[in-house]
């Protein structure tokens, strides 16, 4: 990237310089059904890696953060249907016990077609501040969910040796 300076965007220029980009992320918005978002992630990370192949960095960036906005929404989802009851959770699991007609009623994570730690890394995306998220997005580089998670935990205190 000789000669390119990489710049931080905020929202209304990322909306301006790719207009699908911000149809996509009001889209997720929108999403209230976890197999439909778990999709739109799916898509988002076919889309990104074939970004990467062709060397087309600017779409790659933006699959990246559509792929973000829906993982971070199905975390919202998963946060919000295990509190509603309408998802299965370790603890009802345990709660229930092995009465299967129990379960049934509650599909679990499996039954929705989302990997556990897919699920968890979701989740902690959505635990996130909004205004961090955002910002985290707006840096200049494709955005990647461990570097966002690492960078949203609080720094560790330091150790004290006696």
């Known amino acids: 990237m000789s000669g390119t300076?990489?710049?931080?965007?905020?929202?209304s220029e990322l909306g301006r310089v790719a207009p699908n980009y911000e149809a996509m992320r009001q889209a997720i918005e929108l999403c209230q059904r976890v197999d439909e978002i778990a999709d739109f992630a799916n898509k988002a990370v076919a889309i990104q890696a074939y970004c990467r192949q062709s060397l087309d960095v600017e779409n790659e960036m933006h699959a990246s953060r559509i792929r973000l906005r829906a993982e971070r929404r199905l975390g919202q989802l998963l946060?919000?249907?295990a509190e509603?009851?309408?998802?299965?959770?370790?603890?009802?699991?345990?709660?229930v016990g092995s009465s299967d007609a129990a379960r049934r009623d509650q599909p679990t994570l499996a039954d929705l077609g989302v990997p556990r730690d897919r699920a968890s890394r979701a989740m902690q995306l959505a635990n996130i501040p909004e205004?961090?998220?955002?910002?985290?997005l707006a840096e200049p580089l494709v955005a990647q969910?461990?570097?966002?998670?690492?960078?949203?935990?609080?720094?560790?205190?330091?150790?004290?040796?006696?």
Do not use: Y
């Open 84 to 95: 509603n009851g309408e998802r299965a959770t370790r603890e009802t699991a345990r709660l």
């Open 145 to 162: 969910p461990r570097r966002i998670l690492r960078e949203a935990k609080p720094p560790k205190p330091p150790r004290f040796s006696s």
């Open 131 to 136: 205004e961090q998220f955002e910002a985290a």
């Open 79 to 81: 946060k919000l249907t």
């Open 5 to 11: 300076q990489l710049t931080a965007l905020d929202r």
